[in-house]
């Protein structure tokens, strides 16, 4: 069965501090893996990541994926009290048709 | 520019009624996606629909759920005969085309009496 799983479930860090998020997987025909942040409302867009070893960047977020290792991981440097949110990593997948596969999130706090 | 636009925003039902639930998707998007997240949990797919048909139902359950997406007018998934466990945050997404990211929604929660 195909599965997303991140870790960690939960962190709470300082302002200033860096964080790394993980996401594994394990799917058949992989087609893309993408990164959400998710605070009270919609699910917000960050990444999508096809290609392996290629670094995306925004402001203070990369992302990077490994197909060999199936995993990916998102960084957050100068991490701000905005940045508290759940970080969702969805893998598309193929079944039947391509749908995402959804990790159950890694809920981040950042303190002042 | 307006984003995915779902409403309500929050639904209280009784058990035993009906549930609809309305997504318009981003101007000139014409792949809609349903999600449901139960609390403390993860998104989980239900339907993928473009207009006029029904793409892939495969996470939706087989009694009492339904959704379509008309030539005219917003998605709707629909809930027939409401149970507890219907309650959840529905998601709804869309995209202009099935390979580019999709655009969440802010949800309607429905909760059940």
């Known amino acids: 069965e195909d599965k997303v799983v991140q870790s960690p479930l939960s962190l709470v860090v300082h302002e200033g501090d860096t964080v790394t998020l993980n996401c594994s997987y394990e799917?058949?025909?992989?087609?893309?893996l993408l990164w959400y942040k998710q605070e009270k409302k919609a699910p917000t867009f960050l990444f999508m990541l096809?290609?392996?070893?290629i670094e995306k960047k925004s402001g203070r977020l990369s992302s990077i994926l490994d197909k060999k290792e199936l995993f990916s991981i998102l960084n957050i440097t100068a991490t701000q009290t905005g940045d508290s949110a759940i970080y969702l990593c969805?893998?598309?997948?193929?079944?039947?048709?391509?749908?995402?596969?959804f990790g159950t999130g890694t809920r981040l706090k950042v303190l002042a | 520019n307006a984003g995915v636009m779902q409403n309500p925003r929050h639904l209280v039902r009784r058990r035993g009624q009906e549930a609809r639930l309305r997504c318009s998707p981003v101007?000139?998007?014409?792949?809609v996606y349903w999600y449901r997240q139960l609390p403390e949990e993860g998104l989980k797919f239900m339907v993928y629909?473009?207009?006029?048909?029904?793409?892939?139902e495969s996470g939706m359950p087989k009694e009492r759920f339904s959704a379509e997406f008309p030539k005219e007018g917003p998605s709707i998934l629909r809930i027939q005969q409401v149970v507890r466990g219907d309650s959840a945050a529905y998601f709804c997404?869309?995209?202009?085309?099935?390979?580019?990211?999709?655009?969440f929604g802010d949800g309607t929660r429905l909760s059940i009496l």
């Open positions: 997404a869309s995209s202009p085309t099935g390979n580019q990211p999709q655009h």
């Open positions: 799917v058949t025909n992989f087609r893309s």
């Open positions: 096809t290609s392996s070893g």
């Open positions: 969805a893998v598309e997948a193929l079944g039947g048709t391509y749908k995402y596969i």
């Open positions: 101007k000139g998007h014409s792949h």
């Open positions: 629909l473009q207009k006029e048909n029904i793409i892939d």
